[in-house]
């Protein structure tokens, strides 16, 4: 059962931060499942120490919950405390001083540009339909070129792309904005796209504010609908799909760029990252090229 101070959480980290849904999602659950864990052991909410919540985190790692895991949920649960001393529910905030285990970065999966070459060739020949296909093309080309999260581009605005811009806006987390330029190819498929969809919705005397519009209850292509498409086009095209996800192309965008000379403050700004330190994680990238180019040029590593 959601304890009342709960949603009056949720409700105030959106009003104030435009706190992105998944998020909202995220802190909802992480904060039932701590709910259960004081409700089991003749806790509340009101009373829960410090000592209680370090309890919570030992009994997540003894379930075998990753590190990252537990360190995402202590978050929520500090953010939760804070929220509720600053607004008087609680005289103290007993999630201030605990120390989280620190999520490790983790150097992302990324596929080399080869295959995202093959992935691209088997969304050409994927759909039932030409419809299909040009929409599938679309987002995978657009996903690719921009580095866009995957509910950015499902949720992208149709105004967005009008007028054969040069660039295109992205309202990202907390509604952050960004201006992230298309290529050639991403700009000639999305005005194909554009044409084949707008025929589509005057023919059926319908409108949708989306690029990608469908008749579900969010308007538009799931996140659910284009990961399931995009493990389907990694078989067609002989990747393994446990290795492709839509974020594996976000991934691919930034390593493949900084693989051929872009700096990281400019990778930064055009995936969305507020802190510079989140994008480091394709610092290896670096790493791998200042090693080649040590063992290609150093004299002692001539024989």
Same mark, same amino acid.
């Given at each position: ?7 009056? *959480? ?40 410090? #000592? ?32 509720? *001393?600053?607004?008087g529910f ?11 285990? %620190?999520? &490790? ?34 987002? $995978? =080309? ?20 009008? %007028?054969?811009? =040069?660039?295109?806006?992205?309202? %990202?987390?907390? %509604?952050? =904005? ?7 190819? #991403? ?10 969809r707008d ?59 900084l693989a ?10 055009? $995936? ?13 990238? &670096? ?8 063992? =290609?040029?150093?004299?002692? #590593?001539?024989?």
């Amino acid at each position: 059962m959601t304890h009342p101070w709960v949603p009056v *959480f949720l409700e105030a980290t959106q009003a104030e931060n435009d706190t992105a849904a998944n998020t909202l999602i995220a802190y909802h659950n992480d904060l039932e499942l701590f709910c259960d864990y004081l409700n089991r052991q003749g806790k509340t909410v009101e009373k829960a120490s410090r #000592a209680t919540i370090e309890g919570f985190l030992l009994e997540l790692n003894s379930a075998g919950y990753a590190t990252s895991t537990c360190a995402r949920k202590l978050s929520s649960i500090k953010q939760f405390y804070r929220f509720a *001393f600053q607004e008087g529910f609680r005289p103290d905030d007993p999630a201030g001083q605990i120390k989280g285990p %620190g999520a &490790l970065k983790k150097i992302p999966v990324v596929i080399s540009e080869k295959d995202v070459t093959k992935l691209l060739k088997a969304t050409h020949k994927s759909g039932r339909t030409e419809f299909e296909r040009c929409r599938n093309i679309c987002m $995978l =080309e657009l996903l690719y070129a921009t580095g866009m999260r995957v509910t950015e581009l499902v949720s992208l605005p149709v105004a967005t792309v009008r %007028g054969q811009p =040069e660039m295109i806006l992205i309202r %990202g987390k907390a %509604g952050r =904005e960004r201006m992230v330029p298309l290529s050639p190819d #991403a700009k000639s498929i999305t005005q194909k796209w554009l044409a084949l969809r707008d025929a589509r919705m005057s023919e059926n005397r319908v409108s949708s504010a989306f690029l990608f519009p469908n008749a579900s209850k969010i308007g538009h292509f799931s996140r659910v609908q284009f990961f399931t498409l995009i493990k389907r086009l990694a078989l067609q095209a002989g990747l393994d799909p446990t290795d492709i996800s839509p974020h594996t192309l976000r991934h691919a965008f930034a390593t493949h760029l900084l693989a051929n000379g872009a700096d990281l403050r400019t990778i930064q700004m055009l $995936l969305g990252h507020a802190d510079i330190s989140t994008t480091e994680i394709y610092t290896h990238v &670096l790493d791998e090229r200042l090693k080649a180019l040590v063992l =290609e040029k150093h004299p002692l #590593a001539k024989t």
